[in-house]
Nanobody
Framework: QVQLVESGGGLVQPGGSLRLSCANY????????MNWYRQVPGKEREWVAS???????NYVESVKGRFTVSRDNAKNTMYLHMNSLKPDDTAVYYC?????????????WGQGTQVTVSS
């Protein structure tokens, strides 16, 4: 069973930084990808960044150079380090685990954490 819990959101001024955490209270093994998504009311959920089990990372163009995804295996926690934040980064941020193999495959989601970038 995979249980994801995000934390670290809040209100920050433009240009500021935040670190989001995604704690996994279950077992993730095999072939998988961990993702961060974000969603603004009235819009579709947007993929932001990914981290594979092998350690490869990828980012949506709008956050490249500003956001960094990392993990601490000892703590079963993934992080999203967000720097140079902009008002357009305001959203609810979700942690996602996509299990590719072995079965059962599928997506697991956290409850989300609000990030507001405003002066």
């Amino acid at each position: 069973q995979v249980q994801l819990v995000e934390s670290g959101g809040g209100l920050v001024q433009p240009g500021g930084s935040l670190r989001l955490s995604c704690a996994n209270y279950g077992n993730i093994f095999g072939t998988y990808v961990m993702n961060w998504y974000r969603q603004v009311p009235g819009k579709e959920r947007e993929w932001v960044a990914s981290l594979t089990g092998g350690g490869s990372t990828n980012y949506v163009e709008s956050v490249k150079g500003r956001f960094t995804v990392s993990r601490d295996n000892a703590k079963n926690t993934m992080y999203l380090h967000m720097n140079s934040l902009k008002p357009d980064d305001t959203a609810v941020y979700y942690c996602n685990a996509r299990i590719l193999f072995p079965p059962p495959t599928g997506d697991y989601w956290g409850q989300g954490t609000q990030v507001t970038v405003s002066s």
